[in-house]
């Protein structure tokens, strides 16, 4: 019986868990993998994940596939931007609050897929328009498929919910 990890530090000295394929691991021991499952601990935030990920992986740059699913973070990690191979990001089941936390994914270039039902911020009006109009490149949120009615859909929310930025008056000073 594994313990539930409440710090990401206390992966470093942890055994994944067994699954349908053997991990691979390179000469110095570290997994050859572009995926890692944090899934159902009590884990509260992400501080030292770039470490972590350095220790536990050959290759951490290339991670594709984080699942946070099922802790108990209360916003949404600055740290996960820095894997700019993620794809698929699952934070279901968590406590996070703001629908302006999901802001901070627009910069990763190749997310597809991401999950966040399960989060309080989920009660707030306009939660799927936003993500959708936020991250216009994810083509499956909340395990369910991202159609041109969607995209229509969260464009029309945009328009009639979310204020243009003013463009700014320069003034020459002479």
């Not at 949404?76 to 302006?100: A, E, M, W």
Request: with cysteine; glycine share 4%; proline share 4%.
């Amino acid at each position: 019986v594994v313990e539930f990890q409440a710090s990401v530090t206390d992966l470093v000295n942890e055994e994944p868990r067994t699954g349908l394929r053997t991990l691979k691991r390179s000469k110095s021991g570290k997994s050859l993998t572009q995926s890692l499952w944090l899934n159902n601990n009590v884990l509260n935030d992400l501080r030292d994940l770039n470490q972590v990920a350095s220790k536990l992986l050959e290759h951490p740059e290339n991670l594709a596939w984080i699942d946070l699913s099922f802790n108990d973070l209360t916003s949404i990690d600055p740290v996960l931007t820095t894997f700019f191979n993620l794809s698929i990001l699952y934070l279901h089941g968590n406590s996070i609050q703001h629908l302006g936390e999901v802001n901070k994914l627009a910069i990763l270039p190749r997310l597809r897929s991401l999950t966040l039902h399960g989060n309080p911020m989920e009660e707030e009006k306009g939660y799927r328009q936003y993500v959708l109009c936020t991250l216009p490149h994810i083509t499956t949120f909340d395990f369910s498929g991202v159609t041109k009615a969607d995209r229509t859909t969260a464009e029309v929310w945009k328009r009639m919910n979310i204020k243009p930025k003013k463009a700014q008056i320069k003034q020459n000073i002479l």
